[in-house]
């Protein structure tokens, strides 16, 4: 039996996250301005800062998918 979702979340959320993801990570990488390696965010530079999001994105759907597994 399919999930609540269905089979069509997958499609909406690759649509979703290709058009907003490269959007909020381009905000990261120019937050220091429009040069490369303007600031250091934590200690790094603001492009490898950046891939922070798709990190933290994957670790929700990870969280998601397990809990749904338990049910």
Avoid: T, W
């Avoid at 907003?20 to 790094?44: E, R």
Wanted: glycine share 12%; proline share 3%.
């Amino acid at each position: 039996m399919d999930s609540f979702l269905g089979k069509s979340a997958g499609l909406v959320m690759a649509i979703v996250g290709g058009a907003v993801m490269p959007k909020l990570q381009g905000m990261i990488i120019d937050y220091g301005g429009h040069n490369v390696d303007d600031i250091k965010i934590l200690g790094v530079s603001e492009i490898n800062f950046s891939f922070v999001l798709p990190l933290l994105c994957f670790i929700l759907i990870s969280i998601y998918g397990f809990k749904q597994k338990r049910n």
